[in-house]
């Protein structure tokens, strides 16, 4: 079992940054893919950012490729989320996801944290 915790998010204007974390509990990450999903109101969870469980190989969603990074801690129980140039379009909540192999199906995911609300301002 893996519990994830995220953090970090919060209300920023648009052109700004915020960095998202993803903290495990109880184990270390090494042995799963994760995965950034988020969450607009009124709208379906969808992929943002996913990488395979040795944390080589990243993908990101088309609408934030160039603006996000996917990392991992070097203590390799965490995983962080970092977004800039942000815009409105971007408001949603933010949850992280592991899973066993890398995938842009939020199906494929086993473990879910609770999610972190980010917040763009016009």
């Known amino acids: 079992q893996v519990q994830l915790v995220e953090s970090g998010g919060g209300l920023v204007q648009a052109g700004g940054s915020l960095r998202l974390s993803c903290a495990a509990s109880?184990?270390?990450?090494?042995?799963?893919?994760m995965g950034w999903f988020r969450q607009a109101p009124g709208k379906e969870r969808e992929f943002v950012a996913g990488?395979?469980?040795?944390?080589?190989?990243?993908n990101y969603a088309d609408s934030v490729k160039g603006r996000f990074t996917m990392s991992r801690g070097n203590a390799k129980s965490t995983v962080y989320l970092q977004m800039n140039s942000l815009k409105p379009e971007d408001t949603a909540a933010y949850y992280c996801?592991?899973?066993?192999?890398?995938?842009?199906?939020?199906?494929?995911?086993?473990?879910w944290g609770q999610g972190t609300q980010v917040t763009v301002s016009s």
């Open positions: 996801a592991a899973a066993f192999y890398g995938s842009t199906s939020r199906d494929r995911y086993n473990y």
């Open positions: 109880g184990r270390t990450l090494s042995r799963y893919a």
């Open positions: 990488d395979e469980p040795s944390g080589v190989s990243t």
